[in-house]
């Protein structure tokens, strides 16, 4: 049928042994030519011409490159009727040590094959080999030479001339490695990526190879780090540090070492982390707004995962009210305030795990008004977006509309105590 792939008919079967053909430098260069046994060439439309060799003498040498030719010739697959079915439009060469692909190509076939086969065509892959293959003596490489549709043929060489059907390997030495690579940990914790202010960390130097007993190190903070790190400490093995600034930090090591005879420096990944007081002020007031002769509570939300008796202090900006925060009330958790007078309060919370380790502060914005409709009116005014037309005065209302700290409900509710409800 036509277009049916055609892959059967002979497989040649070789042993052989690859020898050391030529060295320069650190590098080898193993070849080894191959002929068709006892004819002027085979001929295989069936599965694929396959030859295998042994590799002796270099052992421990790393793979680089692999070079492969032959003199190939491709021919049209007729049936009984002398009809032509398919041929061939190139040659699929694999190579593979010790069952480890390392070659596959297609390799195209030109001109187009005819029924007298042309002995003159010579085909040719090469592969630099990415992978570190290591040979071992007694290792075995294999060839494989297929065909698309058609059939193929693989002619004997002529000795007297340039030889076509070979492999070639280039080997070399395989790389000397450095003998410590750096890595470290926080506190031998690979996840930890948040440090409190005043938290003594362990630099986990977690570096691998042969030569730490006898490796230098070096560690240090980028510039960018709001800190650096002590002179005595950066050569340490596994240094300790107490952190006492807040901010985002990154942390480097580099290890010399040995790589044979030169020294070599191999760069730990770098470790970036947050560095951040053990108490971070936050909080709630329980109105945004309120009428004059009211109170609010300010609930205290404050994260203290990292303090154990945080102090609080609590007052008003001096910049916007006369108002002083009652001091029988301004370092409670959660202190109360008693409101009698109409304006804008802005409220501050500062947080300090002492003996002043370190502060955070917040704050929160509230509005008292009067009990009269002018007011309730102008929060509705607000509400509906016509703040331009407003005082200056009930201007710091409308920025609290504009950062949502007074809603619907707040107007509502004033307009009830109003109406007496």
Known sequence: MKGQFYTAALILFLTGTLFLSQAFGAEEELIEYFNP???????????????????????????????????????????????????????????????????????????????????????????????????????????KIGMGDGGGILYNDNEDEPRKNYLKLILDDPPVNCDVSAAFALDNDPEKNIVLIGEEVTFTNTSTGTGLETAEWEWSFDINSPESLPEELKSLKEPKFTFTKAGTYTLQLAAAGKEGDAVCTTNAPSITFEVKCGVQADFTPSAYTIVKGESIQFINNSDVSGATAPEWEWSFDSRFTDKVFPENENDKENPTVYFDTKGSYIVILKATIPPDLCTTTNSRAVAVVDTNLSHAILGLKVLAGF???????????????????????????????IAGQ
């Open 37 to 143: 046994p006892g004819a002027s060439k085979d001929i295989f439309d069936q599965d694929e011409f396959v030859k295998t060799f042994t590799f002796s003498g270099s052992a421990g040498k790393l793979v680089k490159k692999i070079q492969f030719g032959a003199l190939l010739s491709a021919y049209y697959k007729k049936n009984d009727n002398e009809t032509v079915v398919a041929f061939s439009a190139s040659f699929r060469t694999t190579v593979t040590i010790n069952g480890q692909l390392i070659i596959w190509s297609g390799i195209p076939f030109y001109p187009q094959p005819s029924s007298e086969p042309n002995p003159d065509i010579h085909v040719s892959t090469e592969k630099t080999v990415s992978d570190k293959i290591i040979i071992s003596d007694g290792d075995i490489i294999t060839i």
């Open 387 to 417: 703040g331009d037309t407003l005082s200056s005065t009930d201007k710091q209302l409308t920025d609290l509309v504009k950062d949502e700290k007074i809603t619907l409900e707040d107007i509502i509710s004033i307009l009830r105590k």
